[in-house]
């Protein structure tokens, strides 16, 4: 059984920062094999990616979050992080961590993310 788990969100003032960290768990599943990515959903929208990393550290993002955001990761610790700076009200949403392998794909819990205005 593979099991991510997401920690560090909560609530912020607009400007402020965060850092996520999903860590992975079970079943031989190694984030140093496989990409990851951070995704999240506010209420009435759907799930959006906001930030990827190849099994071999080349990132990606989501326009609205560049120069902002920041993943990486750390594979002897099977973890993966999302640095979040210059946080704003519209980034309020619940983050999901993301990762897959031959045998599907895997969601973690959802961590929320509250920026205030």
């Known amino acids: 059984q593979v099991q991510l788990v997401e920690s560090g969100g909560g609530l912020v003032q607009a400007g402020g920062s965060l850092r996520l960290s999903c860590t992975a768990s079970?079943?031989?599943?190694?984030?140093?094999?496989?990409?990851m990515g951070w995704y999240r959903q506010a209420p009435g929208n759907q799930r959006e990616l906001v930030a990827a990393?190849?099994?071999?550290?080349?990132?990606s993002y989501r326009d609205s979050v560049k120069g902002r955001f920041t993943i990486s990761k750390d594979n002897a610790k099977n973890t993966v992080y999302l640095q979040m700076n210059s946080l704003k009200p519209e980034d309020t949403a619940v983050y999901y961590c993301?990762?897959?392998?031959?045998?599907?794909?895997?969601w973690g819990q959802g961590t929320q993310v509250t920026v205030s205005s």
């Open positions: 079970g079943s031989g599943f190694s984030i140093s094999a496989v990409a």
């Open positions: 990393i190849t099994y071999d550290g080349i990132t």
């Open positions: 993301q990762g897959g392998d031959y045998r599907g794909a895997y």
